[in-house]
């Protein structure tokens, strides 16, 4: 593994232990619902579509499931929602 990414891995790693207030940064509209941050897309819009984890083993992991294209760690959902 190169050192490139084991620098990227400890930050995913990071941000994972700060979920809830990562997603709430980047994705102000979604609402807490158990141990998910819910909304609508990548853009923001209100429904039920995109969770991302808050805590737990997959802390941190997102999945838009209307597009099955759109899913990884913080740092990808981070890259996703500011057009990176």
């Known amino acids: 593994m190169s050192t490139v990414n084991l620098n990227i891995s ?21 609402k807490k619902k158990g141990v998910e941050w819910v909304v609508g897309d990548i853009s923001g819009a209100s429904g039920n579509s995109l969770c991302v984890c808050l805590n737990g083993e997959k802390a941190g992991i997102f999945c838009a499931f209307a597009s099955s294209e759109h899913s990884g760690d913080l740092i990808e959902l981070w890259r996703l929602t500011k057009n990176l």
């Open 10 to 30: 400890n930050y995913a790693s990071m941000l994972a232990s700060r979920a809830e207030e990562v997603a709430r940064l980047l994705l102000p509209n979604g």
